[in-house]
């Protein structure tokens, strides 16, 4: 059974950081691609970051040079480090498996993933 797990979540003032995991199971991890989105309350999900099985890596606009996406075959894990934390970095961050065959465009497109994690919190006070 695949499984997404991420976790790391908390609150944080603005101008913080914090590391989130997304440990998955249940497939052959260092095969494939992954990415984090998020939703903030009254808000469509977005894409975040992405890393695929080369480490090639793919951040949004309002991420880049803030955020940084790296893993760990050896661990199954995903990382996601956000430095220079802002209010509106609040929201439940998930990570997700890059579905098998997904070309590496349009990375945000939420139907290119086809397992989800549960999501972690983050909230970030002014």
């Known amino acids: 059974e695949v499984q997404l797990q991420a976790s790391g979540g908390g609150l944080v003032q603005a101008g913080g950081s914090l590391r989130l995991s997304c440990t998955a199971s249940?497939?052959?991890?260092?095969?494939?691609?992954i990415g984090w989105f998020r939703q903030a309350p009254g808000k469509e999900r977005e894409g975040v970051s992405s890393i695929n099985n080369n480490r090639d890596t793919h951040y949004a606009d309002y991420v880049k040079g803030r955020f940084t996406i790296s893993r760990d075959d050896a661990k199954n894990t995903v990382y996601l480090t956000m430095n220079n934390l802002k209010p509106e970095d609040t929201a439940v961050y998930y990570c997700?498996?890059?579905?098998?065959?997904?070309?590496?465009?349009?990375?945000?497109?939420?139907?290119?993933?086809?397992?989800w994690g549960q999501g972690t919190l983050v909230t970030v006070s002014s």
């Open positions: 249940g497939f052959t991890f260092d095969d494939d691609g």
């Open positions: 997700a498996r890059l579905g098998y065959g997904a070309n590496w465009s349009n990375l945000f497109l939420t139907h290119k993933y086809d397992y």
